[in-house]
């Protein structure tokens, strides 16, 4: 009943850009919905969260690179990333969370009650 799809993972080559997506489910009035990500022995990081008030924030590693956006009208989430770096390999995963975004969803991410499946990207130097 609660569903987040991620779909655009691959590979490619630093300084290339990939896009993935977020299709979700949430019936509350207000949500917070982004990305995390995760390499394998290491703690889940915060990317970019979106908050249904329309406001973005992002990680500080990935400010200026990524661009995370709503389809307009449509429950779907962009993340747009550009100049990858092989840093950004990881497992991409779509959260959400029923509140408005706050800093702390995208510094804690046990707060998020809601996660995909994750999708790989990989960035080769």
């Known amino acids: 009943q609660f569903q987040l799809v991620e779909s655009g993972g691959g590979s490619v080559q630093t300084g290339g850009s990939l896009n993935l997506s977020c299709t979700f489910s949430?019936?509350?009035?207000?949500?917070?919905v982004g990305w995390y990500r995760q390499v394998q022995g290491e703690e889940r990081e915060g990317v970019a969260i979106?908050?249904?008030?329309?406001?973005?924030s992002y990680a500080d590693s990935v400010k200026g690179r990524f661009t995370i956006s709503r389809v307009n009208g449509q429950k779907t989430l962009n993340l747009q990333m550009s100049d990858l770096k092989p840093e950004d390999s990881a497992m991409y995963y779509c959260?959400?969370?029923?509140?408005?975004?706050?800093?702390?969803?995208?510094?804690?991410?046990?707060?998020?009650?809601?996660w995909g499946k994750g999708t790989l990207v990989t960035v080769f130097s």
């Open positions: 959260v959400a969370d029923p509140e408005r975004c706050l800093q702390e969803h995208l510094t804690e991410a046990a707060i998020m009650d809601s």
């Open positions: 949430y019936p509350y009035p207000n949500w917070c």
């Open positions: 979106f908050s249904s008030i329309g406001t973005a």
